[in-house]
């Protein structure tokens, strides 16, 4: 029960506050309840919020060459320990890239909003979110990583810290300019922008999806410089 043994660095078990040998041993809750044969996946976490599945990797909208690469890259990483990072612009997709490729993996997506524990100064929450996530068979993926300025060399160190020592896969999504806070050996995805062509047979599949009748594809697709998530957004909301 050391804190470098791999019971205590994963979470399995929690050792309170203390001078040897009076400290407090505590069985995480998350594997009380699977040792006792219960289902974890519904519970609600606070802080995290699960992302299910929409779609599947051939109905993805993005270019066949960069999935391929990304599911290559994620199949030399190590078992258990991957680290992929998407990026992309708003609407382009990367939240539900990030919940598909964790359904092949037999997860659920569950994002931390990091921008919201740094406001409330719970930083330090960062690390028991994304063991509980892991313990629970969820894919992290950590949030809001965008709002941590490039001055603010504090904080970067400190998440940089606690994602490079967490037991178990990550993800990270990040807007597409955004270095990504990680030590090397992580997948980069770049979700590129769509050309006017791609959007407008964006516009026009995905209308059809919904039932869904509308014309002028060519123009919307022109005027308005959006991702397929955006206009799954606008086309859901008519």
Known sequence: ????????????????AGRRPFQSLVAN???????????????????????????TLDQFMAPVAVI?????D??????????????????????????TLAQLAGRTLATIDVAKLIRENRLRALAELLQRAHLRGWLPCVDGLDTIG???????????????VHQGPLAAR??????PPLPPGYVL????????TERARQWKEISASVG?????????AARFIVGPGTIHNVVTAV
């Open 68 to 72: 391929d690469r990304a599911l290559a």
């Open 29 to 55: 809750p998350v594997i009380v309840k699977l040792l006792g044969g219960s289902p974890v996946d519904a519970d609600v976490e606070n802080d995290m919020a699960r992302v299910p599945a929409t779609v």
């Open 150 to 164: 490039s001055e603010d060399t504090a904080t970067r160190s400190a998440v940089r810290e606690i994602l490079r």
């Open 212 to 220: 869904l009748v509308a014309s002028k594809f060519d123009q919307l």
């Open 1 to 16: 029960f050391d804190p470098d043994s791999p019971l205590v660095q994963r979470g399995i078990v929690l050792v309170e």
């Open 189 to 196: 995805i770049d979700l590129p922008a769509s050309t006017i």
């Open 174 to 179: 990040l807007s597409h300019h955004v270095p």
């Open 74 to 99: 994620l199949a030399a990483s190590p078992p258990g320990q991957g680290r992929v990072v998407v990026r992309g612009r708003r609407g382009s997709g990367r939240r539900t890239l990030l919940s």
